[in-house]
């Protein structure tokens, strides 16, 4: 077969593409698809190796307060409830004439092992300072009470009295609410 210069250069021309054309198509473009499908993959378990983390942490974090909560619940003293814990306060700080009512309430867990206990309290017209010592008292106290919710209001003929709505919650055992 006798084939002329410039037809072998045609052939070798189209073979030249044709080669291309199959090592881009088959080749390249496979593993260029290939190496950003990966990239995702791995920017997609980055993120969820970060969401992990955080969850660690945070669960680290409710485990110790968890803990100290514990803690503090075997340290009370036999008969411990909310209502007569924060009574007791209230006359030690002097603001048990200020007390327009007390009422108590307590939210249970699905587990029924622990719940909440709760006690919404009035006081009326007293002294900012008064309300900040019945607080600090509540506060600092060693039986895990805490200020869930504080509502004021200025009084009096000067508007120098207050009235205040404290929320007061703490963990209980279940069988204790």
């Given at each position: ?43 997609a378990n ?17 485990s110790r ?113």
């Amino acid at each position: 077969m006798n084939i002329s210069q410039r037809d072998k250069k045609a052939l070798i021309i189209c073979a030249g593409f044709l080669i291309t054309f199959v090592v881009v198509q088959f080749i390249l473009v496979p593993a260029l698809d290939r190496k950003k499908e990966l990239e995702q993959r791995v920017a997609a378990n980055e993120t969820a190796l970060n969401e992990i983390i955080a969850l660690q942490q945070e669960y680290s974090s409710l485990s110790r307060m968890n803990m100290a909560e514990t803690g503090i619940l075997s340290q009370r003293a036999k008969g411990f409830t909310l209502f007569s814990f924060l009574d007791t306060l209230a006359e030690k700080s002097g603001v048990k004439d200020n007390v327009a009512y007390m009422k108590p309430s307590s939210r249970t867990f699905n587990d029924k092992n622990y719940a909440i206990s709760m006690v919404k309290i009035k006081l009326d017209t007293l002294y900012l300072k008064e309300l900040v010592d019945f607080l600090y008292s509540v506060e600092s106290s060693r039986n895990g009470v805490h200020i869930r919710s504080l509502s004021l209001s200025k009084t009096g003929k000067e508007q120098t009295m207050i009235d205040a709505i404290v929320e007061a919650e703490t963990l209980v055992k279940g069988d204790a609410a």
